[in-house]
């Protein structure tokens, strides 16, 4: 089982990044999957879940109505769209895929991880 994480890179507050996961190994459909982030020194933290279908999304109350979680079953993949970022956005994000088909904001609640991806906004 593999989680790839793509998309990072370097934007300039105020810009835009589309991170994707793609999973293989086996099918993730039935279940939710999610993205958190990290900086150096801090726990991991919940950014955004989506749930199997698609039909509910969660956010962090500090990235709501700026990003956007979606997914692709057919392709097997989640995505974040991240708009209007801010220097405080930095950091290491990370795909999950949640146990069961609703997302949760604990990481207890998902059982494989990608690698990470790194995003740095500047100010």
């Known amino acids: 089982v593999q989680l790839q994480a793509s998309g990072g890179g370097l934007v300039q507050a105020g810009g835009s990044l589309r991170l ?5 190994g086996r099918t993730f459909s039935s279940y939710a999957m999610g993205w958190f982030r990290q900086t150096p020194g801090k726990e991991r933290e919940f950014v955004a879940g ?25 392709k097997n993949t989640v995505y974040l769209q991240m708009n209007s970022l801010k220097p405080e956005d930095t950091a290491v994000y990370y ?27 500047s100010s």
């Open 20 to 24: 994707s996961c793609a999973a293989s």
């Open 50 to 74: 989506i749930s199997r279908s698609a039909v509910s999304t969660h956010y962090a109350e500090s990235v709501k109505g700026r990003f956007t979680i979606s997914r692709d079953n057919a």
């Open 95 to 121: 795909c999950a895929v949640g146990r069961s088909a609703v997302p949760t904001t604990d990481e207890s609640g998902y059982n494989y991880w990608g690698q990470g991806t790194l995003v740095t906004v």
